[in-house]
């Protein structure tokens, strides 16, 4: 298997607006980011993703940017930017950047000019359609609720938007929009940065034809079989390579929503022609209701286990994994798959955190996993920020096909605002996030849960990540070795090793609050223990496992 730097990294994902504000307006921003170089340095990560920094109206908290070359008011200048690289790259850190062209802001230059008329030279850098018998061109349904369509009076057609209607669709079957992205992306190569995260990249090929969609119980059709791995996203992709990727040593994961396994090993070939690594989502939608993602249905450990087995296994060899529970799309690991409560929480949080980062791929900590934060107490929708959570909110209660007890506990199970309130860094005011008023409620938990207090305690969540991601960086075995499931019937432990030329892991993790018993193969009876989240017990043929206890063995 081919060495890589990237493979043997870990990666922070930083969501900019909510990570530390320096200028008491109440927003996380870049120079609040430099401030906390040395924290993350502490932890030991090679890598920070940034989510989107660009100038945006801020629609979808950035990711509807309206100037790829400029940075938003709100999170200081270009210069902040540089100095800010500058310091990272001192300290060994390096940083990738949200790449975002599946669509832009409607307040781009580019969409501006396209509005103006059917003849605008900017016109196809969009996807336009005329409309079908006085309605949208199509049934299709945008990924934020409600039709995927916007007619606009001007020109007397509708524009395709997947996500916000604030966020237009580009056509990447216009040539001059893809020569308009590489140029935008070797410019943030030239000026240092490491790599990208490619926001929805599977989707930017789309079916010719624009078909109808499914409908299964919303009011709108299915897009996702003509938009996700479409005709041509391979093609795009690799002239991407061509003209910008090949040129410099970068990290780059692409999200592919609907990926199958056989589409990410085009998109992450070992052959290096697209993509280093994806990001695949089947694991996050396990526990899906007949709502889609609004539901609060536990997952069976069972199905987590085979998902995540059956991408390290078909991937081995063929294309890299990445690795990751949360980010800010996703609520909080230890509310979702682990146990929040006062007594487990700790625990439970450092045993999640061994299941994935003893695995094959790259591991990503989404900032404040590292501390163990949970989930919100959101009272009311009003307290909620995020488009999807507001949206979905509205068109469930009113009609009818979810009562507001049980959208709002859905909500506060499930919403992206999970993720998104202010890093907990002390106990003072506002989690020592900002000196003014926070864009959204602080968790109220920050007065035991905070980064001042984990860093100064050796038994921290903090202090065990650290642990893990040290050992990534000692341990070749847990970078590039052959992994196995064992016990894939039991619904209470998660166990596998790792294997690579004499040396063997054993990773046992207990899911359950309750004692389980473990057989231990022979071979690894009596061995050395390489971290656990518990006293170290000796590793006797029969083990009493605690609740939410993970032990490393090994042989």
Not at 129 to 151: L, Q, T
Not at 433 to 460: C, H, L, M, Q
Request: glycine share 6%; with cysteine; hydrophobic share 35%.
């Amino acid at each position: 298997m081919e060495k890589k730097w990237w493979k043997e990294s870990v990666v922070y994902q930083i969501y900019p607006r909510s990570f530390k504000d320096s200028n008491g307006d109440g927003i996380g921003d870049i120079n609040g980011i430099t401030e906390k170089l040395d924290y993350l340095k502490e932890l030991g990560i090679d890598v920070i993703w940034l989510s989107p920094v660009y100038q945006s109206p801020n629609d979808d908290n950035g990711y509807d940017i309206s100037d790829y070359q400029a940075i938003m008011e709100e999170f200081g200048t270009m210069e902040d930017f540089d100095r800010m690289l500058a310091e990272a790259h001192k300290r060994g850190i390096r940083i990738v950047m949200d790449l975002v062209v599946n669509h832009t802001s409607d307040e781009h230059a580019w969409f501006v000019e396209s509005k103006k008329s059917r003849e605008n030279p900017y016109r196809d850098y969009y996807i336009w359609r005329e409309g079908k018998d006085g309605k949208e061109p199509n049934n299709w349904g945008s990924v934020f609720n409600g039709s995927a369509w916007v007619y606009d009076e001007t020109t007397d057609m509708y524009y395709l938007h997947l996500f916000s209607k604030k966020q237009p669709d580009l056509n990447w079957d216009n040539p001059k929009v893809r020569e308009e992205v590489f140029s935008m992306m070797n410019w943030w190569c030239e000026k240092g940065i490491d790599g990208f995260r490619m926001d929805v990249i599977s989707m930017i090929s789309k079916v010719e034809g624009l078909p109808d969609g499914k409908v299964q119980g919303g009011l709108y059709g299915d897009a996702s079989p003509y938009v996700q791995n479409g005709p041509h996203v391979h093609e795009y992709l690799q002239e991407m390579n061509k003209e910008v990727l090949s040129k410099y040593d970068l990290l780059t994961v692409g999200e592919c929503a609907g990926v199958t396994i056989e589409e990410a090993k085009k998109y992450a070939s070992n052959k290096g022609t697209e993509l280093g690594m994806v990001f695949q989502f089947e694991h996050m939608d396990l526990d899906q209701g007949e709502f889609s993602k609004w539901s609060d249905k536990k997952v069976k450990l069972t199905a987590l286990k085979e998902n995540l087995t059956k991408w390290q296994n078909e991937l081995e060899g063929k294309a890299w994994n990445s690795l990751f529970w949360c980010n800010h799309d996703q609520p909080r690991v230890v509310s979702r798959f682990g146990n929040d409560s006062k007594e487990y929480r700790e625990v439970s949080a450092k045993m999640l955190a061994t299941c994935l980062h003893l695995m094959q791929g790259t591991p990503y900590v989404y900032q404040g996993e590292e501390l163990g934060m949970t989930n919100v107490p959101f009272a009311s929708v009003d307290e909620f920020k995020d488009i999807e959570s507001i949206n979905a909110y509205h068109e469930y209660v009113e009609s009818g096909l979810i009562s507001k007890e049980d959208m709002m506990r859905y909500l506060c199970y499930k919403s992206r605002d999970n993720a998104r309130t202010p890093m907990q860094w002390n106990a003072q005011k506002n989690a020592g996030f900002t000196t003014g008023t926070p864009w959204i409620k602080v968790n109220p938990n920050y007065v035991e849960i905070n980064a001042e207090e984990e860093v100064k305690r050796a038994d921290s969540v903090f202090s065990y990540y650290k642990k893990l991601i040290a050992l990534r960086h000692q341990e070749e075995v847990i970078v590039y070795g052959h992994y196995e499931l064992l016990l894939p019937e039991s619904e209470e432990l998660y166990v596998y090793t790792r294997e690579l030329n004499e040396e063997k892991l054993l990773v046992i993790c207990n899911f359950t609050d309750k004692e389980v018993s473990y057989a231990v193969p022979d071979e690894f009876v009596g061995k050395e223990i390489l971290i656990s989240n518990y006293e170290e017990q000796e590793i006797k043929q029969e083990l009493s496992l605690k609740p939410y206890e993970a032990i490393v063995v090994r042989r």
